[in-house]
């Protein structure tokens, strides 16, 4: 692929960091920035001399999701030449890039944490949910607002294993963020500390982790992830990735274009949204 744009690769000890760093644009996810991140999950994944892989992030915030900026040179262009959308072919590219990617990093045999700082949203649960643990800062935020779209979420869709079925639909129906504080509650993340200490406590985890035999590591995590398998979590997974594509399919029955909301709208709601939660803390 060449030199990378949007994504850094470092080691440490046994610990492969790898940083989204598009912090410009909140690191929202273009195609380039997801084929570099899977050529450095790749790179880990081969490097026997890494142990665990941590996920992080440049800038104030974690991910804005998916760059809907048709515009970007760095993003695919999906639309036919008269501007029309063919769903066949944003399902296609979607299986491989969002959920596809998604399911190849969630089964890498080596435990994976995400370090999340500031907003989380919607596309950016595609690169959480795949990882084994979580370290949050005070202000992280967790959030998929794509009902705003009217889709019924993410294409990696493990919020009701993530969350349990009623905060899954806490989260979609009202389109809130749920804070640190919560996430640390009800099990999300591992742990909570302070920004400035982020870094430093999840390379911490990271360095005791890869300290452990890596055949070991590696057959932990295959029989947990079998386990939700067998519970039919590929299975479902699947189907929701199915039935966030009837989303598509009815805004271009619509308006022509497979969201029926664009960033702006989405971007007011989100607006919106924050004004009623400042309001209760007022």
Not at 105 to 126: D, E, F, H, S, Y
Not at 247 to 267: C, D, Q, V, W, Y
């Amino acid at each position: 692929m060449g030199e990378h744009k949007y994504v850094q690769y470092e080691i440490d000890g046994r610990v492969a960091a790898i940083t989204l760093d598009r912090a410009d644009k909140a690191n929202s996810q273009n195609e380039r920035m997801l084929d570099e991140l899977d050529a450095c999950f790749d790179r880990a994944e081969r490097d026997d001399d890494v142990g665990v892989i941590v996920l992080r992030a440049n800038g104030k915030h974690f991910s804005a999701g998916h760059d809907l900026n048709t515009g970007d040179p760095d993003q695919v262009s999906l639309a036919e030449p008269d501007g029309r959308y063919q769903l066949h072919k944003m399902y296609r590219w979607e299986a491989k890039k969002y959920f596809g990617y998604s399911w190849k990093w969630r089964n890498i045999p080596k435990p994976t944490i995400a370090a999340v700082q500031g907003r989380c949203i919607a596309g950016a649960l595609n690169l959480l949910w795949p990882m084994d643990l979580i370290v949050a800062s005070e202000d992280a935020r967790f959030e998929d607002p794509v009902v705003m779209m009217a889709i019924g979420g993410v294409e990696y869709h493990g919020h009701t294993w993530e969350l349990g079925a009623r905060r899954a639909k806490d989260m979609l129906f009202t389109q809130r963020a749920f804070t640190a504080a919560e996430a640390l509650q009800f099990g999300l993340v591992r742990s909570v500390h302070p920004r400035e200490q982020l870094w430093e406590e999840t390379m911490e985890l990271a360095h005791h982790i890869s300290q452990h035999n890596a055949f070991g590591l590696a057959q932990a995590k295959r029989a947990v992830n079998q386990t939700l398998d067998v519970q039919g979590y590929y299975a479902a997974l699947q189907s929701v990735f199915d039935i966030h594509h009837t989303g598509h399919g009815n805004a271009m029955s619509i308006t022509g274009f497979p969201i029926l909301m664009r960033l702006e709208g989405m971007k007011e709601g989100l607006k919106a949204n924050e004004a009623r939660e400042a309001a209760k803390k007022a």
